[in-house]
């Protein structure tokens, strides 16, 4: 598994301002299964096999089940998962979700970018 980008190189700032917000979130009193839960499922929601990767070998090694992480991308309607990780979990998603893309991602054409939105989001 590769990563993607090497966040320290791309951004200094931008990743030491992650790892700020990676201390205050386990100062928060949360348990670590539930933060490896919550990584896991925006990783996926990201799509990035690399994160998903690290994420669920971290959540094992806390005693993650195979059969719990299996049934992430269907968590709604799995019964193995507390009202606290549904909760938690409807807020990745929540907090995950943005607007569909209105311009080209490549920045080309008006028409390009009225067919990359329609294709992207017709399903």
């Given amino acids: 598994m590769q990563q993607r980008l090497d966040y320290k190189l791309a951004s200094p700032e931008a990743f030491k301002a ?13 348990e670590e299964s539930l933060l490896e839960l919550v990584k896991s499922r925006a ?5 990035c096999a690399w994160c998903l990767d690290m994420h669920t070998k971290d959540a094992r090694a806390r005693g ?16 193995c998962y507390s009202e606290r990780e549904r909760a938690a ?4 998603e929540a907090a995950r979700r943005s607007p569909p893309r209105t311009t080209c ?16 989001w017709s399903t």
């Fill in 18 to 30: 992650m790892l700020h917000v990676e201390h205050r979130i386990h100062e928060s009193g949360l």
């Fill in 43 to 47: 990783s996926q929601l990201n799509g």
């Fill in 64 to 79: 993650e089940t195979e059969q719990r992480l299996y049934l992430l991308p269907v968590w709604r309607e799995a019964r």
């Fill in 89 to 92: 979990l409807a807020w990745t």
């Fill in 105 to 120: 991602p490549t920045r080309c054409t008006p028409k390009c970018a009225r067919i990359s939105t329609r294709r992207r």
